[in-house]
């Protein structure tokens, strides 16, 4: 195995497509290290809508999923959506849940990793009320109530993006306990403590899977740190679209990820002629 590859392959800067990242997965030795996925939701595996309640993912997006993950891959979501709103987008498939970028992090409906910290509430709560008056008479704005995080669409109008910047840094004034994030048409008040690159650490560290190969697949602005985080790591980052990013390959759009990951599926042996390694350990 190349172990180089990334490295001699830096795409970021340019429109890639499967085929070309279909190279790399040939060059990959499926045989001795075992995978670890993680997958962004809207704009990677469900396409945008002005209504967030109306996105979906593809059956075949969720059965190539499900495919990888019946061979022995860890795969978990990694989304700016709350618990709930991602697990009914998710339908019948079960995955670990790394919700609110990285805040709320669910193994399943049983066990929930990082508890909340419900001293914020009182700080949301006030901020949700200013939030309400200042957007009263912008009706191209939305707030979407994450309960743990606030978030200030403007997809109805892209023109409101410095409004809505404005906005949410006026409101949230000088408290140093939370941060404003800027995402696609939405800008989201969470606690400073919160990125999709600790997410992923984080649920490596539960599995045992620190020496599993990464692969992170994301969109926009909040992947960048689950991009630098796989990136250091040695693993694999994709960037979704078009736009500046540390990723190391790129995707065009959602079709393309469903047949990156369709490909993918069909990479993995038996899990009983795989013989485990970690990732980057030289064979004998």
Known sequence: MNNNILKKNDLSSQEESTHEIQDVLDQLDFYTYKIALFLDIDGTLADFKIDPLACFISKKILKSIQDIQSKGCLVSVITGRDYNSAQKLLADVSLPIAALHGLDIHINEKTQLNAINQNNQIFIQNFLCRLKEEIKYQPDLSIENKHHSIALHYRKNPDLYDIAKHIMNTVKKDNDEFKVIEGKYVFELIPKNSNKGSAIKTLLSYFDAEHYLSIFIGDDITDEDGFNMVN???????????????????????????????????????SSTQITKKYGEQHV
């Open 232 to 270: 250091q790591l040695e693993g694999i980052s994709i960037k979704v679209g078009s736009g500046k990013t540390v990723a190391r390959f790129r995707l065009k759009n959602i079709e393309h990820v469903e047949e990156f990951l369709n490909l993918l599926s069909h990479h993995f042996p038996d």
